[in-house]
């Protein structure tokens, strides 16, 4: 499906989801926000897909940010309004019951490097670079970023990417557990949808699962997320897929799993 800044591929379970404004660094203003959220919707309903890969169209830029030039005449209302666009994908992508992989091939910056971590998680090209430039323009992360990256590496390390503005490189962002894998750029896509053959080859039910168990998980004190999971887990003792993946390992075959 073609739309005017995103575009997106089919194969065996695995949509390749492009932003494609390339000759803005994939910026996010208004317009493209609307489609990725349009797109997104029409990927959580296609049962032929499931695992979304994330990238951006170009070799310089995953997403260069929320589109400035469009941002500088917002007043606090569209500012707000804007927030809320942005932060309503985080949640999307984080309550869609496919995986979501994004590989970061290029800048990931304010609002990009904010979609990448609301990625299930990320794999970057060597060279890739990860940022909040936000205060380096008199503003402050706006879609997430404050507090997405401070659960997933700790305060202090945000305040210093957030307070400084500086641009960390893949390999840091790696020893930070924020990148799970840094391949050469020319691998990156190859590697993504690689992993993500992998995950389209296990049981459909017990990754949304999984996914629901982190995600929500975390946001709760550890014995409740603990009785989470355990429900989670005996509800999956109602689907075809544990029939059929304990017979085929007891069978000695590999599992053909129907994801119900
Ligand atoms: N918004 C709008 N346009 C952008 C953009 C952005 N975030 N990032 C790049 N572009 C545009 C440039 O204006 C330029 O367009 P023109 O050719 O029409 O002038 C084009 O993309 C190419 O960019 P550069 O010429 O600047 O490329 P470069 O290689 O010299 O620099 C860069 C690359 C370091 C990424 C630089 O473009 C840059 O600093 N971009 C802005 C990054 C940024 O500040 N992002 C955060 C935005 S705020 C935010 O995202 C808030 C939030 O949390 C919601």
New binding site residues.
């Given amino acids: 499906m073609h739309l005017k800044n995103l575009n997106w591929t089919k194969k065996e379970g695995v949509a390749l989801l492009l932003i494609d404004r390339s000759?803005?660094?994939n910026?996010?203003?208004r317009n493209t926000l609307a489609e990725l959220e349009s797109a997104l919707c029409a990927l959580a309903q296609d049962d032929a897909v499931r695992v979304i890969v994330l990238s951006g169209a170009g070799d310089?830029?995953f997403v260069?940010?929320?589109?400035?030039?469009?941002?500088a005449g917002l007043d606090p209302l569209a500012a707000a309004a804007?927030?809320r666009q942005?932060q309503k994908i985080l949640a999307q992508i984080a309550g869609l019951s496919k995986p979501v992989i994004a590989a970061v091939n290029g800048?990931a910056?304010?609002?990009?490097f904010?979609l990448a971590l609301a990625c299930d998680f990320i794999y970057a090209a060597e060279g890739a670079?990860f940022g909040?430039?936000?205060t380096?323009?008199g503003?402050?992360?706006?879609?997430g970023?404050t507090q997405k990256l401070s659960r997933l590496v700790g305060a202090n390390i945000a305040r210093e990417l957030i307070f400084t503005g500086k641009m960390i490189d893949a390999e840091r962002a790696a020893t930070l557990g924020i990148v799970n894998r840094v391949v050469p750029a020319v691998d990156l896509l190859e590697a993504t949808l690689q992993t993500a053959d992998t995950i389209v080859a296990n049981g459909g039910v017990g990754v949304a699962m999984a996914k629901e168990a982190i995600g929500k998980g975390l946001d709760m004190p550890l014995a409740e997320a603990l009785a989470f999971e355990g429900n989670l887990f005996a509800l999956l003792f109602s689907t075809e897929d544990q029939k059929e993946g304990m017979r085929a390992f007891i069978g000695k075959r590999p599992a053909v799993f129907l994801h119900k």
């Fill in positions: 000759q803005q660094l910026a996010l203003n310089k830029a260069a940010g929320a589109d400035i030039k469009e941002m804007f927030a942005g800048y910056l304010g609002g990009g904010e670079k909040f430039p936000e380096t323009l503003i402050m992360p706006g879609f970023g």
